[in-house]
C-alpha cells in the first residue's frame, strides 16, 4: 500500500507543478478550471502523505527510519509547491476582482478609488492566505511530530517485547539447569548408598569368613 500511495502522490504533485509553471500563459477561463483542479489534487496529494505516514508507523523498525525520511522530503516538496500554487491563485483572484471593478469604475468615474480598493482587497487576502499556509504548515508539523513519537514508541514496544522474550527462555533455561542438577544429586546419592550397602556386605563376608576360621 505505501508504494501505491507514493505513486499517486509523485503524479499529483507532478500535475501541480506543471499547472504552476503554465500559469501564467493560459487564459482566464483555462486557469479557473485548472485552479479548481489542483485544488482538489492538493487535497487528495495531502490524503497520500497521512496514508503514507501511517502505513510508516506500521512498518518494521528496520525499514522504518529511510521510509520517514523519505517522506519528511515528500512533505517539504508538497508544501513548496503548495506556497506556489496558493500564490498563482491568489494572483488570479486579484487579477479578476480588479478586472471587475475597473469595469464597474469605468461605468461610475471612480476608476482610482476602485483600484486602490482591489490593491487593499488583494493585500488583505494574501495576507489571510499566508496566514492560513502558516497556521496549516504548524498543525502538519504537530502532526509529524506526533507521528514520529508513535513511532519511537512502537520501536521501544519491539525493544522490550524481545528482552521479555530473553527473560523467558533464560528462565526456561535455569528450571532445565535445575532439573539437572537435581538428577545428578540424586544419581550420587544413590550411588553412594549402593556402595555404602556393598561396604557392609563385605564387612559382614569378612566378620563371617573370620568367625568361620577362629571356630
Known amino acids: 500500500m505505501f508504494q501505491t500511495y507514493e505513486e499517486d502522490f509523485g503524479r499529483l504533485l507532478n500535475s501541480l507543478q506543471k499547472k504552476i509553471a503554465l500559469a501564467p500563459n ?22 497520500c502523505l497521512r496514508q503514507m505516514e501511517i502505513e510508516i508507523s506500521m512498518m518494521q523498525s528496520s525499514s522504518r527510519v529511510s521510509s520517514s525520511s523519505q517522506v519528511r522530503r515528500y512533505r517539504e516538496d508538497f ?19 480588479r478586472e471587475t471593478l475597473m469595469g464597474a469604475s469605468l461605468d461610475n468615474g471612480f476608476g482610482n478609488q476602485r483600484e486602490k480598493l ?24 504537530a502532526e509529524s511530530a506526533a507521528i514520529e513519537s508513535m513511532n519511537q514508541l512502537k520501536g521501544q514496544r519491539d ?5 521479555i522474550v530473553n527473560n523467558r527462555e533464560i528462565g526456561d533455561n535455569l528450571s532445565q539447569g535445575h532439573r539437572i542438577i537435581n538428577s545428578i544429586t540424586r ?24 568367625y568361620i576360621k577362629l571356630s
Open 159 to 163: 525493544v522490550l517485547e524481545r528482552v
Open 118 to 141: 482591489i490593491q487593499r482587497e488583494g493585500n488583505i487576502m494574501s495576507q489571510q492566505i499566508m496566514k492560513l499556509e502558516q497556521g496549516k504548515k504548524a498543525a502538519l508539523e
Open 187 to 210: 544419581r550420587n546419592i544413590q550411588n553412594k548408598l549402593i556402595l555404602f550397602g556393598i561396604a557392609i556386605i563385605l564387612i559382614g563376608a569378612i566378620v563371617f569368613l573370620v
Open 26 to 47: 493560459l487564459g482566464k477561463d483555462i486557469w479557473e478550471s485548472a485552479i479548481s483542479e489542483g485544488a482538489k489534487e492538493l487535497q487528495e496529494a495531502e490524503k
Open 79 to 97: 508544501e513548496e509547491v503548495r506556497r506556489n500554487f496558493r500564490k498563482e491563485e491568489a494572483k488570479f483572484t486579484e487579477q479578476k476582482s
